[in-house]
């Protein structure tokens, strides 16, 4: 999964970046600190693969991985070219969700590239420029589609199709928004809309927010109201904590963490909220070797699944030896859960899920 953080400049992108990642991007008080995006790897946090890693002290621990890309904060008229224009919105472009960070605090010493602390106003900013490129890349597909209507009846419904997009677009809406049928969303699978991408809103709060709750700040539950509306997720973080906690050890982060009462961190609910957006879960493989997460697609099959770990493992798969993590867990070893009948053999149509503790056999 590759998540783009996006957001006007200075509202703490770079920061929560550095925080996820630990990858030292440069994070300054003036816009467009952040030109050419910085890419980073986290790993994802998994109880169950911890749980693993105790019960079979292997000599390699590989957790899932999310692809974060901090991409040059936005300006009013970007599509047009304004700051780093036409380059930001090809970013954004590359990845499957945006992380949208808005700021969500005042302080006196942090400029705004608007000059003022107005979240919803900045999320409407970047979703206009979103739109506003929607629209020309749009209308550029429907004229391809009308000249090409001489000689092809067919593509009628595809210029009907594009004439209700860009009329939904002009009327300052995002595409994801729009209500599409099966065929609908087949024809619009080539064409990549910006405003089509799923996004999750880090509202980047202040200490004293974590401290006395979200609810409580009225910039806060403003993202949470203009969010709903659009059926988006809003995680409140504040980057500084997490910039303070992300090079703890796990014994002082976690006495860190229940100092300002945080059950998770932002890292954490990020790459939560994100798997849940795009539909993705994880399978475990587990052995002395290696205890390792796989991230697939939710819906994959046995075979596909197994073309995670190598594509000689699809080629030649014969059965999936399965067993749910909890079920695993609650027998204390694999040797308990196999005379107990709880290891299931499974064949090319079963549907992973998510905690599958599985071990592939194929032949090739």
């Keep these: 999964m590759k998540l783009g953080i996006v957001g006007l400049?200075?509202?703490?992108?770079?920061?929560?970046?550095?925080?996820?990642?630990?990858a030292g991007a440069e994070a300054a008080n003036y816009p467009?600190?952040?030109?050419?995006?910085?890419?980073?790897i986290a790993p994802v946090p998994d109880e169950r693969l911890d749980a693993l890693?105790?019960?079979?002290?292997?000599?390699?621990?590989?957790?899932?991985?999310?692809?974060?890309?901090?991409?040059?904060?936005?300006?009013?008229g970007a599509s047009e070219g304004e700051g780093l224009?036409?380059?930001?919105?090809?970013h954004i472009r590359e990845v499957d969700a945006i992380l949208h960070v808005v700021r969500c605090f005042k302080n006196d010493d942090i400029s705004h590239v608007e000059g003022s602390i107005d979240p919803v106003r900045d999320i409407e900013i970047i979703d206009m420029e979103l739109i506003l490129s929607d629209i020309?890349?749009?209308?550029?597909?429907?004229?391809?589609?009308?000249k090409a209507l001489k000689g092809d009846k067919s593509i009628q419904t595809e210029i009907d199709l594009f004439e209700k997009v860009i009329e939904h677009l002009k009327n300052g809406n995002n595409a994801r928004t729009m209500s599409l049928t099966d065929d609908e969303k087949g024809l619009m699978s080539d064409l990549p809309l910006l405003s089509m991408k799923p996004v999750i809103y880090a509202a980047n709060v202040d200490e004293d927010t974590l401290i006395s709750g979200p609810e409580k700040n009225e910039l806060y539950e403003a993202v949470v109201g203009h969010a709903s509306a659009e059926g988006s997720q809003v995680i409140p973080v504040c980057a500084e904590i997490e910039a303070q906690i992300s090079g703890m050890e796990p014994q002082d982060k976690a006495a860190f963490m229940e100092e300002y009462g945080l059950k998770s961190s932002g890292l954490d609910r990020i790459v939560d909220a994100g798997y849940r957006l795009l539909g993705l879960i994880s399978f475990?493989?587990?052995?002395?070797?290696?205890?390792?997460?796989?991230?697939?697609?939710?819906?994959?099959?046995?075979?596909?699944?197994?073309?995670k770990i190598h594509s000689d493992f699809e080629r030649g798969f014969i059965r999936a030896e399965v067993i749910s993590f909890d079920d695993l867990m609650a027998?204390?070893?694999?040797?308990?859960?196999?005379?107990k009948g709880l290891l299931r053999s499974e064949g090319k149509d079963y549907v992973m899920k998510d905690g599958d503790v599985t071990l592939f056999r194929f032949n090739v």
């Design 32 to 40: 467009f600190c952040t030109i050419e995006p910085n890419v980073g």
């Design 331 to 339: 027998c204390g070893s694999m040797a308990a859960a196999r005379e």
């Design 85 to 90: 224009g036409n380059k930001f919105l090809s």
């Design 136 to 146: 020309e890349l749009t209308e550029r597909r429907l004229d391809r589609s009308r």
């Design 284 to 307: 475990l493989t587990a052995g002395p070797k290696e205890v390792r997460a796989w991230t697939i697609v939710n819906g994959t099959k046995a075979p596909q699944a197994a073309g």
């Design 53 to 76: 890693a105790k019960m079979y002290s292997p000599e390699k621990y590989t957790p899932a991985i999310l692809e974060i890309v901090d991409i040059a904060g936005l300006v009013k």
């Design 9 to 22: 400049p200075n509202v703490g992108k770079s920061t929560l970046f550095n925080a996820i990642t630990n």
